[in-house]
């Protein structure tokens, strides 16, 4: 562990030309990439990832993770060999940490599909650093937010029926159920983040073929890189189909979770049936995504040396788009509280109440700590330059957000209309297993993916590199400041 | 630090309105004269006029009001995301920003009606008794409608919020801290106060550096961009509750803001693409502004289309859904609906949103070549700003009854309304620059390129 902080720093000390780039200067654009970095010292940084010793904090981390798994499997196997009775949900809490996980997990993937296909088609061009490892994390979540209603179905190995099969038994889903829909929307953004996410490796997989020493490796590698040659041809038509993926993934970031909100707003229930979940859902979903990927950032650039990729500038945006759509979602709880009290309707006003006061509270109170004060911080700029305030802010939003969908879900169904059939819900040790289970689930994959696939996209780092540019001549449009606009040895005219 | 060819607007292009200006001027006030005039005269023959008049009135301006604060909206966009592209085209932006000063005056008519408490324009200013009159005078029609034997769902719905009196009153009163004249009127002030003043601010500070270049002062307006932003989405939220929501105290829905913010985004972006080609077909920034320009405004248009039309469907089938009579009298006022006796006149105008506002419009803008077409680019942002203020006209008029109102009195006043806002703009327009000439950010935007 400490031999492995004291190399990454003394491989940041080395080369550290330009440490600060989160200047707003305007008469100046910052570089994204820091460091005397050329092409091939990115391809070196980051296939060496791949290919170098696997360092140890990685197999205590494995370690970790893998054991959550394991609960999460004797969870499952108990769960369905007893019944989803050992979970604690019950009438009147007929919903409750299955559906939180749920939906906690799909929002997470939010911010990889943000940033590898909104944030593509706004130009940000400092999305190359973090969107492959934000991508696979969106992978990662969805994975795990599958298994919950899966499970939910009790008897997972039908839940194809919830696909409208033809049968002989003429049975049918039913398509006015939001639920269903959720079936439709998930697998949809399933499908179409991991094609985007294998799409745009396609030429990082080809360098890590070249460069693999293995033969299993090599043929490995090989396979997936689909015989990627780094021509023109091959690049014309990647371009293409990454910019088509990413208009076909960028409407997938609003409904995927407005299809989730529609689970609870199309319900009568107060509290759940508000006009403004979809777009407050997404919010919702984009800030606790943004949470994750700076939990996953921060100690990532620590640890493997990639402080000159993912440079401070990184995590300023990123902590910028968090403070935003935490605003957003500061905005809706709000409004909520106001359009509950100005409905004037008894129930809708005793929803919100006893959302803040009652048995609840403290759930509450958890939410509005972490999702509304704790960000406030970031409105400064030192706050958002200082990786422990990142860390304590990300950390917050995570809890933050798993708790607002607890609150949400909890406390509408805990009190409904009548009284008589109000009712208190607990977690049992299966809930609580199965959600720090799903974490395993998560890591695990996170940590595999860290160890044998290109976790920067290198190509397209490359794409924002003032060399990239070098050829374009002084009147074209770029991000990049461009210290050596034509350096001598390539031809003027192109 | 990256060198560009070109560093300031071409010496060719023309920048200021000049003499042109005072033509322009001229013509906005013609038309908000005759406007003015076809108003009032039109009114005289039409039933109830008064409030038929002043709902005209609300409608014309939510629409100017829509256009300044979608102005405020992407001036502070630009600046908080610190773009490059769109430095020559954020002048027009920052003119209908600065222009919410002008709106102020403009919002007086209704605030007039407001303190004057008669109730007919907002059912809650009024006294208890008289607000319920005019309600149920507007609602006559489908009371009989109910009582020709029609569906029951008419019903279900009557027995909320609309047909019952005792419960009408009750829950009028209950919302009397928030929905009453004075406090409209003070949080009018408010909003303005903040509108007014981030706009005049903006366009001031931008203009100035157009003398002084001082790079200084476009740190400054992105600094403030962060919680200008923050307080604008809050203000127009409860801008939009208070001018549209509350025609019908009754209904709630937590999204309103943001559909009226929504149509705002939509309304601006189709302004600009009108006014920059309007001011290309009469010779300036002939040059400057390319069809690079063009295609990033329609991208943004068409997204803001797609938003609209997501934030629409949002609201319509959640509340249809779930099918509670506290939140679908307000379709049903609408004819938003399939129960054959609640179809009424504004039944059409509501398909032709789903159909003008969001369906072709999303189909037609979708294409590459569609964009970097000045011709279909300007159509289809023509289009939409119909489609805006025909938006605003089916929020608003259903309120004055089932027939759809849409003559001599609505098309007047808003062409007085908006000839006044115009002239004050083309005002504005004629004291400065046409661009932001001396931004740092503008050689980047004098060499900006899609693709």
Redo the contacts between chains.
């Keep these: 562990m400490t031999s492995m902080t004291e190399k990454s720093a003394g491989l940041s000390a080395r080369v550290h030309v330009k440490v600060d780039n989160t200047s707003d200067d305007p008469r100046q654009r910052e570089e994204l990439i820091l460091g005397d970095n050329n092409f091939s010292t990115i391809t070196d940084r980051v296939t060496d990832l791949a290919f170098r010793r696997t360092p140890l904090a990685w197999y205590v981390a494995f370690a970790i993770s893998l054991s959550l798994l394991g609960l999460l499997g004797v969870c499952v196997i108990y769960l369905l060999t007893t019944g989803v009775g050992v979970w604690g949900n019950n009438v009147p809490v007929a919903w409750a940490f299955d559906i939180v996980n749920f939906v906690f997990w799909v929002g997470i993937g939010h911010a990889g599909t943000l940033i590898s296909a909104i944030l593509f088609l706004f130009r940000q061009n400092w999305r190359t650093s973090i969107n492959r490892f934000a991508e696979a994390m969106t992978i990662f979540a969805v994975m795990c937010a599958g298994l919950f209603p899966a499970l939910h179905v009790g008897r997972p190995w039908l839940a194809y029926w919830l696909f409208p099969i033809p049968n002989q038994m003429a049975m049918w889903p039913q398509a006015r159920s939001p639920l269903l829909w959720d079936v439709f929307a998930v697998s949809t953004y399933a499908t179409v983040s991991m094609l985007f996410w294998y799409v745009g490796m396609i030429p990082d997989l080809a360098t890590l073929r070249d460069r693999a020493k293995g033969r299993v490796a090599q043929v490995v590698y090989g396979l997936f890189a689909l015989g990627w040659n780094g021509s023109s041809r091959c690049w014309h038509r990647f371009e293409r189909a990454y910019l088509l993926l990413a208009a076909l993934a960028t409407p997938l970031v609003l409904s995927v979770h407005s299809v989730v909100s529609f689970d609870f707003a199309v319900a009568q229930l107060p509290g759940w049936h508000t006009t403004v979940f979809p777009p407050y859902f997404v919010a919702g979903a984009v800030f606790g995504g943004f949470a994750m990927v700076l939990t996953l950032a921060v100690p990532a650039r620590q640890w493997f040396g990639l402080k000159e990729i993912i440079t401070m500038r990184h995590l300023e945006n990123m902590c910028k788009i968090m403070l935003g759509t935490g605003l957003i979602v500061a905005y809706a709880y709000g409004i909520e509280f106001f359009t509950a009290w100005y409905s004037g309707e008894h129930y809708e006003q005793f929803a919100f109440l006893n959302r803040a006061t009652g048995p609840y509270a403290w759930a509450y109170g958890v939410m509005v700590f972490c999702n509304v004060c704790a960000p406030q911080l970031l409105w400064f700029k030192k706050c958002r330059t200082n990786i422990w305030v990142i860390l304590f802010c990300a950390m917050c939003v995570n809890v933050g957000m798993w708790f607002e969908r607890f609150v949400i879900i909890v406390t509408s169904l805990h009190r409904d209309f009548v009284p008589g059939s109000w009712g208190m819900y607990m977690p049992t040790w299966v809930d609580l297993g199965m959600l720090a289970g799903s974490f395993g689930l998560f890591f695990t994959l996170f940590l595999l993916f860290c160890r044998f696939l290109p976790m920067v996209a290198m190509a397209e780092v490359k794409t924002v590199m003032p060399a990239a540019h070098a050829t374009h001549g002084p009147d074209r449009y770029d991000y990049q400041p461009d210290p050596d606009p034509v350096p001598p040895t390539l031809p003027k005219s192109h | 630090?990256?060198?560009?060819?070109?560093t300031t607007i071409r010496s060719t292009d023309r920048l200021r309105l000049g003499p042109g200006a005072k033509a322009m001027f001229n013509r906005c006030v013609a038309v908000a004269l005759a406007g003015g005039v076809a108003a009032v005269a039109g009114s005289m023959y039409a039933q109830d006029s008064y409030r038929r008049f002043m709902l005209a009135y609300v409608t014309a301006f939510a629409f100017v009001l829509s256009l300044s604060l979608g102005g405020l909206f992407f001036v502070l966009i630009q600046h908080l995301t610190?773009a490059?592209?769109s430095v020559l085209v954020r002048r027009p932006a920052e003119i209908l920003a600065a222009n919410l000063g002008l709106t102020a005056v403009l919002f007086l008519p209704i605030a007039g009606a407001v303190a004057i408490g008669g109730g007919e324009v907002y059912p809650w200013a009024g006294g208890g008794a008289h607000a319920v009159a005019a309600k149920a005078a507007a609602e006559a029609q489908p009371v009989q409608a109910h009582e020709d034997g029609h569906a029951l769902e008419a019903g279900a719905a009557q027995a909320g919020g609309h047909g019952k009196e005792g419960g009408h009153e009750e829950?009028l009163a209950?919302?009397r801290a928030?929905l009453n004249p004075p406090f409209f009127l003070l949080r009018w002030v408010g909003y303005f106060a903040l509108w007014g003043g981030l706009g005049y601010w903006y366009w001031r500070s931008s203009s100035k550096q157009d003398a002084s270049g001082d790079?200084r002062l476009?740190?400054r307006m992105?600094t403030l961009a962060?919680p200008a932003l923050?307080l604008f989405?809050?203000t127009i939220?409860f801008g939009a509750?208070d001018l549209l929501m509350s025609l019908d105290p009754?209904w709630?829905?937590?999204?309103?803001?943001?559909y009226y913010f929504a149509g705002s985004a939509v309304a601006v972006l189709a302004a600009l693409i009108v006014i920059f080609a309007g001011l290309q077909r009469a010779g300036y920034l002939a040059q400057s502004i390319t069809v690079e320009h063009y295609h990033d405004l329609g991208?943004m248009l068409f997204g803001f289309v797609?938003f609209w039309g997501?934030?629409a469907f949002?609201?319509y089938?959640?509340?249809w859904?779930?099918n509670?009579p506290?939140t679908t009298g307000w379709f049903r006022t609408r004819g938003a609906t399939t129960v054959a006796a609640d179809i009424n006149g504004w039944t059409w105008v509501g398909l032709m949103l789903v159909i003008g506002n969001f369906v072709l419009p999303f189909v037609g803008l979708l294409s590459r070549h569609v964009k970097r077409y000045r011709p279909t680019l300007v159509f289809w942002a023509g289009w939409l700003l119909v489609m805006h203020y025909l938006d605003l006209l089916w929020l608003v008029m259903p309120e004055f009854g089932p027939q759809l109102t849409l003559g001599v009195v609505e098309i007047g006043v808003l062409a007085w309304v908006a000839g006044l806002y115009l002239a004050g703009a083309v005002y504005l327009a004629g004291k400065h620059d046409l661009a932001p000439s001396r931004?740092?950010?503008l050689p980047?935007s004098l060499?900006?390129?899609n693709m």
């Design positions: 630090m990256r060198s560009y060819r070109r610190r490059g592209w829950r209950k919302k928030y790079h476009t740190v992105e962060g923050l989405g809050l939220t509750i009754h709630y829905s937590t999204i309103f803001g943001v991208k797609f997501y934030i949002s609201q089938m959640l509340i859904y779930a509670i506290e931004d740092p950010r980047e060499a900006f390129e």
